[in-house]
């Protein structure tokens, strides 16, 4: 949660940043702001709204000086106000930060800090940093300054700050990503390496609990004790237009129709290392959130049905509660971020009872990628939107790849491409149940957490409720919510669960349902309102043809209710909170 971008060069930074937290605005929505060092000090400008709404006025573009730092905001401590927008200052104006994470103490340093005089003006965690900084500087030199303040905080941040008359950028990471951009004579400080890829594709991770000291020029990271990291730097392939629209109306339609290509990526990806970690497992825990966590339910079942392995899915935040790993347990994290707090948390828990761990993440030099004995690169590009799509199917090839090896996977693009060519259909019934108070969702086997990820995608950007069944359950008590008009989205392929399917539909029907089946069965036409066609395939390949028509009847719904995709309300992209 939480875009932080910092520039020190020979470019008008004001440009850099605002053009980078349009970039990072996926990380949270709901403020905007700068700060500029140049010889009148340290100037802010910021505000609660989108990027586009605060931040793009002449008065953030006529701020000079060649160094800064930007933020956009998903609050946590405080409301969404001005006030509690980033950047934050001291009393004497000598410092600006941002920060992204939670700083647990703050209440504690607060009161010391109100004790020796200090005015906020914020409800934030935030503010506190500032004022701790300026505490310290009244005795020590800038950076001894920045440092001995972080080492006073608990709880997680990445942190970029400027200090009035100092050429650096200073910054610290805790359990909150943060990279190291180097350019010629520039250097940049950002959550995600979308933000700098305009000006360079040089990156350093930078690891946990890591301090650094940026001019135009160089760079010094060292540990909390002082001692400098000489840590590897990374040239990253991805291309920037990649993190564009590229004529598309929003990201999320431009990312599902990516598929068609960012699959042929990911049926590529390195797995021989990976299938041994599993061959050689017998029980397997998959941790994972959100879409993700869909991913990991097609993997559980295709392990325990095709590899006859102990495989279980775990919801990533409640894994702690419920599992009881061992040095015996091979668990499989699946984040497409890299930096999801809830599964790195359970990852850590894992780790601590001697689990092994394999990670599947599409960014590389992520938070997961740190903790992992084995990493799968999904190699889907950068995903803007914060809804999951190309991602999603990204998993899903390389999760059929360690399955089934590269047999018949080839094909994959091709049925997400043919799969795209309804989409006129589809905009035809998004405008049919747009105005739907509840949507169901039903599928059996491996169409049941295509249904959830179909029930999610709509409810995540069009804030109609929607919730998916595994469609024998309906009768065992969700069929009372179905009456006359209520639509329900059936996922009927011609697989083991076809005749099944129709009895349930049959079900639906009798109780006056809307019934839109997502089938290649021809039959099926008479049984039910409408039908969204799919291309008949190998039975295990159905998710590939039913998930772009899910994703694009999510995309239209939102469209159609005024919302934008891409910027659902209360969400933000990477959630590093627990
Ligand atoms: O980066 P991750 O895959 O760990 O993210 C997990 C979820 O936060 C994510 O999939 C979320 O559910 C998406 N917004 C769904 O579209």
């Not at 930007?70 to 409301?79: D, E, F, I, Q």
């Not at 001697?354 to 740190?370: C, D």
């Not at 409720?465 to 919510?481: I, Q």
Request: with cysteine; aromatic share 8%; proline share 3%.
């Amino acid at each position: 949660m939480c875009g932080i971008i910092g520039y020190i060069g020979f470019r008008k930074a004001s440009e850099v940043l605002l053009k980078a937290l349009k970039t990072l605005e996926y990380r949270g929505y709901d403020s905007a702001g700068i700060a500029i060092s140049n010889e009148n000090g340290i100037e802010i400008k910021k505000g609660a709204g989108k990027v586009d709404d605060v931040a793009t006025d002449l008065s953030f573009i006529s701020l000079d000086g060649k160094i800064g730092v930007g933020h956009s905001r998903w609050a946590t401590h405080g409301r969404v106000c001005n006030e509690n927008a980033h950047p934050h200052s001291n009393c004497s104006k000598n410092v600006a930060l941002v920060h992204n994470g939670v700083i647990e103490n703050y209440l504690e340093l607060k009161e010391e800090l109100l004790k020796k005089g200090h005015k906020f003006e914020s409800e934030t965690d935030t503010e506190t940093v500032a004022h701790l900084i300026e505490e310290n500087l009244k005795s020590m030199a800038a950076e001894k300054a920045f440092s001995e303040s972080i080492k006073r905080l608990e709880g997680s941040y990445s942190i970029v700050a400027i200090i009035k008359g100092e050429k650096r950028l200073f910054a610290a990471r805790r359990n909150s990503p943060l990279i190291l951009g180097i350019g010629e004579n520039e250097n940049f400080l950002a959550s995600d390496i979308p933000a700098v890829l305009p000006y360079t594709k040089k990156i350093i991770p930078i690891e946990e609990e890591m301090l650094v000291s940026v001019s135009d020029s160089e760079y010094k990271i060292m540990d909390f004790g002082g001692m400098q990291v000489n840590p590897k730097v990374l040239e990253v392939d991805w291309d920037s237009t990649v993190a564009e629209k590229g004529g598309f109306a929003h990201f999320m339609l431009k990312e599902i129709y990516d598929q068609r290509i960012s699959l042929k990526e990911s049926l590529s990806a390195k797995t021989e290392e990976a299938r041994k970690i599993l061959d050689s497992a017998q029980n397997i825990h998959l941790i994972a959130c959100g879409t993700s966590y869909h991913a990991s339910f097609v993997f559980a079942t295709l392990l325990e049905k095709e590899l006859k392995k102990n495989a279980k899915a775990f919801i990533a935040s409640d894994y702690q509660f419920v599992a009881n790993p061992s040095n015996e347990t091979v668990v499989i994290a699946l984040t497409q971020s890299g930096e999801t707090a809830d599964t790195i948390q359970a990852v850590k828990f894992a780790k601590s009872k001697g689990a092994k761990l394999l990670s599947l993440t599409n960014v590389v030099g992520s938070s997961i990628t740190r903790l992992s004995d084995s990493i799968v690169y999904l190699n889907a590009g950068p995903e803007v939107s914060v809804a999951a799509t190309k991602t999603f199917s990204s998993q899903l090839a390389v999760i059929y790849k360690l399955i089934y090896g590269n047999s018949y996977l080839s094909n994959i693009p091709e049925i997400i491409s043919n799969s795209l060519s309804q989409e006129q259909k589809i905009k035809e019934l998004a405008q049919k149940i747009k105005d739907s108070k509840s949507i169901f969702f039903l599928g059996r086997g491996l169409s049941y957490p295509i249904a959830m990820e179909g029930a999610l995608k709509l409810k995540e950007i069009s804030y109609i409720h929607a919730e998916a069944y595994p469609a024998g359950e309906l009768k065992h008590g969700p069929l009372s919510l179905i009456e006359e008009g209520v639509p329900v989205i059936a996922l009927a392929p011609s697989d083991e669960t076809k005749a099944k399917m129709l009895g349930n539909i049959k079900e639906v029907k009798a109780r006056g349902g809307f019934v839109i089946a997502l089938t290649d069965n021809p039959k099926l036409e008479k049984e039910v309102d409408a039908v969204i066609e799919i291309e008949k395939t190998r039975a295990e390949l159905y998710p590939f043809a039913m998930l772009p028509a899910l994703q694009l009847l999510a995309y239209y719904v939102s469209i159609f209710r005024g919302i934008d995709p891409d910027r659902p309300r209360n969400l933000a992209k990477s959630v590093t909170v627990e």
